[in-house]
């Protein structure tokens, strides 16, 4: 695995796999959710 232009050294990256999930899922900064609505009410705290 190459890294891309811009990284330099003590850049690390890893890369996750599994099985996927049943359903869809939606991310927004660090917020992971199945709805918008989810993600609405995590926003708002």
Same mark, same amino acid.
């Given at each position: 695995? #190459?890294?891309?232009?811009? #990284?330099? !050294?003590? #850049?690390?990256?890893? =890369?996750?796999?599994?099985? !996927? =999930?049943?359903? !869809? =899922? =939606?991310? @927004? @900064?660090?917020?992971? *959710?199945? #709805?918008?609505?989810?993600?609405?009410? *995590?926003? *708002?705290?």
């Amino acid at each position: 695995m #190459t890294a891309g232009p811009g #990284t330099g !050294p003590g #850049t690390v990256m890893m =890369l996750l796999g599994g099985v !996927p =999930l049943g359903e !869809p =899922l =939606l991310m @927004w @900064w660090n917020f992971v *959710a199945r #709805t918008p609505p989810e993600i609405a009410a *995590a926003v *708002a705290g």
